[in-house]
């Protein structure tokens, strides 16, 4: 193991998880100007969303062997290079081809990032504080996410996107700077990645049931961030700025839970935590049946952001607990089959919602996964 500096790594990590957060919001941000900007159809800023997910989900799938074997600086800093200059792209181009590829980098730096970033973490992290740890990353999810619509509504009356976007660019390139010379952990597998080991982990029943929690997880947040606002516009009575509002009560209760969870994953196991979590998530999404109002819908979207705040940090720290050699590559499968998972519940829920009071089902839909949730990982304990 190469001599590295575990709190300024570890800074790094948190660095490029405020990238991938960046990655996750700023097409939906600048989406609308962009499509004003250049007068797109409908269709084509259809095609230009559906080049996100399917750069993040080809990130997903590659960053665990590469990091195993070659290390995480090998695509930490190359990744958040990525997502920057695809942000630019979005600043700078005009040609809806090479908006596309400006898209697909900001995907693929992001998935990238997602899954390097845990598995960094998890890997210079001792296994009491592994869940900590990763709760305190996580925060840094929502430092980038929110940051990006939060500066373009400031500033947006006085600058451009594509200046506010440049500007953002200036201190995304000071936090790759910071990153560049640091020391990183020394590759895993630095010999050759072990492909019989690898591929043998698809086949670990420990792995794909955590994977699959994974999947119900990715899902539900997709469901709750795309599909709340409709649900409350037609089975409630409260006005689309107060459904918002409530949405942003979800933000707010995952956030506050992750900075309590900094300090309950020292004094608790984390996987004591998780089935207490999916119970409040069920009451949360309880409270938002039988025609609300707004102070119900807004706690219950509170308790739903709290719930499913603990679900990826006590995952993770499961996986690399489980296979700390291969962690990259366990990381890598858990975090592919969470973004499928994410897809098809959205899928579903857009399916159901072309029926006459299918938005109805939402709420159920949600407890349901839960439910097969809570019950994935009793028995991933055993």
């Known amino acids: 193991m190469s001599n590295y500096h575990k709190n300024l790594v570890f800074i790094a990590a948190c660095i490029g998880m405020c990238f991938f957060g ?111 740890r990763l709760s305190f990353l996580g925060m840094f999810y929502g430092l980038g996410a929110l940051g990006i619509p939060t500066l373009l509504g400031f500033l947006a009356e006085y600058y451009s996107y594509e200046t506010i976007l440049q500007g953002i660019g200036v201190v995304m390139l000071a936090g790759i700077i910071f990153c560049i010379p640091l020391r990183f952990p020394a590759p895993k597998q630095a010999q050759g990645f072990p492909v019989k080991e690898g591929l043998g982990l698809l086949k670990e029943s420990s792995l794909l049931m955590l994977s699959i929690i994974l999947f119900f997880q990715s899902g539900i947040e997709g469901v709750c961030n795309n599909w709340s606002t409709s649900y409350f516009g037609k089975m409630t009575a409260i006005s689309s700025s107060e459904a918002l509002m409530a949405l942003t009560c979800m933000a707010a209760g995952l956030t506050v839970a992750r900075m309590l969870q900094i300090g309950i994953f020292k004094k608790v196991k984390p996987q004591t935590v998780l089935p207490y979590s999916l119970v409040l998530t069920m009451i949360g999404f309880a409270l938002l049946m039988f025609s609300p109002g707004f102070v119900r819908v807004a706690i219950g979207m509170a308790l739903v952001g709290m719930g499913l705040s603990a679900t990826y940090p006590v995952i993770l720290t499961l996986l690399g607990n489980r296979y700390p050699t291969l962690s990259g590559t366990a990381f890598s499968v858990a975090l592919a089959i969470a973004l499928v998972g994410q897809t098809a519940m959205n899928g579903l829920m857009g399916v159901l919602s072309q029926y006459t009071n299918g938005i109805g089902l939402y709420p159920y839909l949600m407890i349901a996964s839960l439910v097969i949730m809570f019950f994935l990982f009793r028995r991933s304990l055993k």
């Open 22 to 132: 960046v990655s996750m919001i700023t097409l939906g941000a600048v989406l609308p100007a962009l499509t004003d900007k250049l007068g797109l159809s409908g269709l084509q800023a259809t095609s230009l969303v559906t080049f996100l997910p399917l750069g993040m989900l080809a990130g997903s799938l590659i960053f665990g062997p590469i990091v195993d074997r070659f290390g995480h600086k090998a695509l930490l800093v190359p990744s958040c290079i990525l997502v920057l200059l695809g942000m630019e792209g979005l600043a700078f181009f005009e040609n809806v081809s090479l908006l596309q590829c400006s898209i697909v980098a900001v995907g693929l730096g992001g998935g990238i990032l997602n899954g390097e970033t845990n598995a960094l973490v998890a890997d210079i992290s001792g296994e009491a504080e592994k869940g900590s």
